[in-house]
Nanobody, 116 residues
Framework: QVQLVESGGGLVQPGGSLRLSCAAS????????MAWYRQAPGKARELTAS???????NYADTVEGRFTISLDNGKNAVYLQMNGLKPEDTATYYC??????????WGQGTQVTVSS
């Protein structure tokens, strides 16, 4: 059974930084794509950043240049370095993983709050 466990959320002041981590287990063959989504209260869940196993990345326009997604294939872990945080980045952040047979898994979410 695949499990995704996130960590690293919290409260930070505007302009600050946080690093989210997601550790994946239970997949013998790794993942084709891993990503971070976020969902703010009253809004739909949206893609924040994704990374393919080969390293190709994709970012939402709202975080381009501030957030960096990275992958450790050996550990089946994905990270999101968030710099220059803004109040509008406040959301629950979810780890996402898709296997090579297109099975999709989600983490339980970690809260990020940007406030002074």
């Amino acid at each position: 059974q695949v499990q995704l466990v996130e960590s690293g959320g919290g409260l930070v002041q505007p302009g600050g930084s946080l690093r989210l981590s997601c550790a994946a287990s239970g997949s013998k063959f790794g993942f084709a794509t891993m990503a971070w989504y976020r969902q703010a209260p009253g809004k739909a869940r949206e893609l924040t950043a994704s990374i393919a196993s080969g390293g190709t990345t994709n970012y939402a326009d709202t975080v381009e240049g501030r957030f960096t997604i990275s992958l450790d294939n050996g550990k089946n872990a994905v990270y999101l370095q968030m710099n220059g945080l803004k109040p509008e980045d406040t959301a629950t952040y979810y780890c996402y993983a898709m296997t090579y047979i297109a099975s999709i898994y989600w983490g339980q979410g970690t809260q990020v709050t940007v406030s002074s």
